[in-house]
């Protein structure tokens, strides 16, 4: 029960990857906020943890909008207090050749992907505890890439730097900051994405669980991870490392 009496924000909280980390935080003592656009997703993740005899509580954003994020935040500290834990895990892809992306949808991306973290940051870490950590999820794709993805595979490079640079910022705090890049995923994000449809990305090696990746971020929210900041930990069932 490594996160009893522990408050958590999980972006992306509604699927995937951000749902297999609420119930893990949940199940380990955590009351957690499930943050997600969609909001009915959000309520059936703290169904199943308030189900299970956890605490957690729905909340509706789009992390790419400045001010519903630091409702997010507000509102997690009235119900919950200071927060321990933050997981920007939501985040979206476009499918789109640069020379042919509209600008908006090229920035649409970043300031979903890499503008939420900023936000979470920016309005987060002044109503953390000391001693707490953030987890932002990057990818494979800020490592290798494949075509028509551009706007993606920066943010996620973005993130790991972002992630770098901020851990140097909060260190008075012991407030440590990680990244976890995911391989190939078994979740919607994944089977969705028409590269990987056409098998213009190749995901024949190692699918992962959302769960294997769950516990690649409670480790690092974690004080089993006292040690470990500023860094990016490669959940990918050694697909990077197989050319
Ligand atoms: N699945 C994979 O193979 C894989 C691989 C590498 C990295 N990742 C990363 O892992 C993270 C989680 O991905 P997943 O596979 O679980 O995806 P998913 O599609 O299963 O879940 C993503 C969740 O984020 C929410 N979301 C999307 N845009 C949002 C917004 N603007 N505001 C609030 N919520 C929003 C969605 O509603 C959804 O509930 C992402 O950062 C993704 O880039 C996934």
Redesign the pocket.
Known sequence: MRFTNKTCIV??????????ACLQFAREGARVAV????VE??QQTVAAIVAAGGTALAL??????SA?VQDVIAKTVAAYGPIDAIV??????TFTPIVDIAEADFFHVIT??LG?VFYFCKYGIPHMNDGGAIV??????AHATTANVVP?ASS?GAIEAFTRGLSIELTARKIRVNA???????????W??PN?KSGAEK?TGA??K?ED?AAAICFLASSDAAFVNGTTLVV?GGRLANL
């Open positions: 972006t992306g909280g509604g699927s995937g990857i951000g749902l297999a943050a997600d656009l969609h997703a959000a509706a954003v789009d992390v790419g909008n519903q920007n895990d939501a985040a979206m892809m979903t992907n939420s932002n999820l990057s990818s494979v794709h993606y996620k976890v890049a995911p391989g190939a995923v078994d979740t919607p994000m994944l969705n994405n990987v995901v699918i992962g959302p990746l990918d």
